[in-house]
């Protein structure tokens, strides 16, 4: 299955968003510090991003910034409790194939991850 990065600043999704895609069968690498998953995305190879939007030092943009630089073929998600229409575009501009709305459904998460993961091959 996939290797997936899950970056998000509530320990709660974090933990619990770790156990449903590991019971997908996925790979996961949860990062709470987003300044650390920063490093990590430009130096380790993913299948898929899922970010938060609100994080500091590194805001979950900037994060999928320096993701589509290292990996440019590498599908994001956001999933956040953030949901302006600009975002979301800009999202969508930097390789987002899905935005999530917290909170989310267990299947809107289940659907995106396999959307995304059937995206890029």
Known sequence: MARILLVDDEETVLRSMGILLKGEGHTIVAIQKSDEAARLV?????????????????????????????????????????????????????????????PFRIQQVIDAVRKALASSG
């Open 42 to 102: 430009q130096s380790e190879s993913f299948d898929l991003l899922i970010t938060d939007l609100r994080m500091a030092p590194v805001d979950g943009m900037q994060l999928m910034r320096l993701a589509h630089e290292s990996h440019p073929a590498m599908p994001m998600i956001v999933i956040s409790a953030y949901a302006a229409d600009a975002i979301a575009e800009q999202s969508f501009a930097t390789g987002c194939v899905a935005y999530i709305k917290k």
